[in-house]
C-alpha cells in the first residue's frame, strides 16, 4: 500500500504561481511512477504531468511551458510548480503513484483557484 498526501493548493491571482507537494509512505519501493490529475468541476479527471522513476516526464498541452513536475531524490516528494496560472487551471488537483504491480493510488486532493 501506498498512501499520498497532498499540500499547497489555494487562491492565486490569474498569472500568480504556485507549487504542490505530493509525499508518499508505505511501499515507496513498487512506485514505478508518480503524477499529478485535475478535476475542475462538471469534468473528469485529466493528467497534468507525470514522472517516471527514471525522470521521464510528460506534460498536458495545456499546461506545456508553464508547469513543472519534478522530485527531489528517486521518487519522494513530488512536487509541481506552476506558473503563469489561468482561470482554466481552477481544479481539484490529485497526487497519483502507479506501481510496478499495476495499482493506482490517490491523494486526497488539494484545492487550486485561480481568480482576480
Known amino acids: 500500500q501506498v498512501q499520498l498526501v497532498e499540500s499547497g493548493g489555494g487562491l492565486v491571482q490569474p498569472g500568480g504561481s504556485l507549487r504542490l507537494s505530493c509525499a508518499a509512505s508505505?511501499?515507496?519501493?513498487?512506485?514505478?511512477?508518480m503524477g499529478w490529475y485535475r478535476q475542475a468541476p462538471g469534468k473528469e479527471r485529466e493528467l497534468v504531468a507525470t514522472i517516471t522513476s527514471g525522470g521521464s516526464t510528460k506534460y498536458a498541452d495545456s499546461v506545456k511551458g508553464r508547469f513543472t513536475i519534478r522530485r527531489d531524490n528517486a521518487k519522494n516528494p513530488v512536487y509541481l510548480q506552476m506558473n503563469s496560472l489561468k482561470p482554466d487551471d481552477t481544479a481539484v488537483y490529485y497526487c497519483?503513484?502507479?506501481?510496478?504491480?499495476?495499482?493506482?493510488?490517490w491523494g486526497q486532493g488539494t484545492q487550486v483557484t485561480v481568480s482576480s
Open positions: 497519483n503513484a502507479y506501481s510496478t504491480m499495476g495499482h493506482d493510488y
Open positions: 508505505g511501499s515507496i519501493f513498487s512506485i514505478n511512477a
